[in-house]
Structures are given as structure tokens and as C-alpha cells.
């Protein structure tokens, strides 16, 4: 069982940034491969970006976003600049404990773990 926990969302005006955390349990996590997803309501869970060895990221915040993640401190983060309006949502850290093939990591059924999701709001 890996358990995750988030920290770093908030209220931020349109062109500001933002940086959200995500710290998880496990011995392995140098193995893990860790996403971003976000979600609006009426609307399904979207991909915002992953990270195995390499990085992945949704269309809409590549140069924008950037994940990162830390193994010494079990941590992934989003860097989040020139924050829109329409990247309000409620943003949840995912992990599975295996390296995921790049034709699988924007889904979400490959991930076995949640974090409890985090509002980010950008005000216009």
C-alpha cells in the first residue's frame, strides 16, 4: 500500500505560479512512476503529467508545468507558471509502484494510488 500526500494548492491569480507536492510512503520509490491529474466538475479526471526516468505532460502545459520528483524525500512535484484560468481544477497526485511504458502513463487505470486532490484556483 502506498499512501500519498499532497500540499501546495491554492488561490492564485491568472499568469501566477504555483508549486504542489507529493510526498509518498514505500521503500521503492525510485521505481514508482508518479502523475498529475486534475479534474473540473462535470467533467472526467484529466492527465497533466507524469514522471518515470523521463517526463510526460498534457499538450495544454507543456512549457507551462513541470514535474520533478525527489527519491531522497520520496517527493514529486508540479511546478506550475503562467497559470490560466482554465487550469483551475482539483489536481490529485497518483503513483504505481512499477515503471509504466510510455504508451500507458496518461491513463488512468494504470495507476494503483491516490491522493486525496488538491484545489488549485486562478482567478482571471
Known amino acids: 500500500q502506498v499512501h500519498l500526500v499532497e500540499s501546495g494548492g491554492g488561490l492564485v491569480p491568472a499568469g501566477g505560479s504555483l508549486t504542489l507536492s507529493c510526498a509518498a510512503s514505500?521503500?521503492?520509490?525510485?521505481?514508482?512512476?508518479m502523475g498529475w491529474f486534475r479534474q473540473v466538475p462535470g467533467k472526467e479526471r484529466e492527465f497533466v503529467a507524469a514522471?518515470?526516468?523521463?517526463?510526460y505532460y498534457e499538450d495544454s502545459v507543456k512549457g507551462r508545468f513541470t514535474i520533478s520528483r525527489d527519491n531522497a524525500k520520496n517527493t514529486v512535484y508540479l511546478q506550475m507558471n503562467s497559470l490560466r484560468p482554465e487550469d483551475t481544477a482539483v489536481y490529485y497526485c497518483?503513483?504505481?509502484?512499477?515503471?509504466?511504458?510510455?504508451?500507458?502513463?496518461?491513463?488512468?487505470?494504470?495507476?494503483?494510488?491516490w491522493g486525496q486532490g488538491l484545489q488549485v484556483t486562478v482567478s482571471s
Open positions: 497518483a503513483a504505481v509502484a512499477r515503471p509504466l511504458l510510455s504508451d500507458y502513463v496518461r491513463g488512468r487505470p494504470a495507476y494503483d494510488y
Open positions: 514505500g521503500r521503492t520509490f525510485n521505481k514508482y512512476t
Open positions: 514522471i518515470t526516468w523521463t517526463t
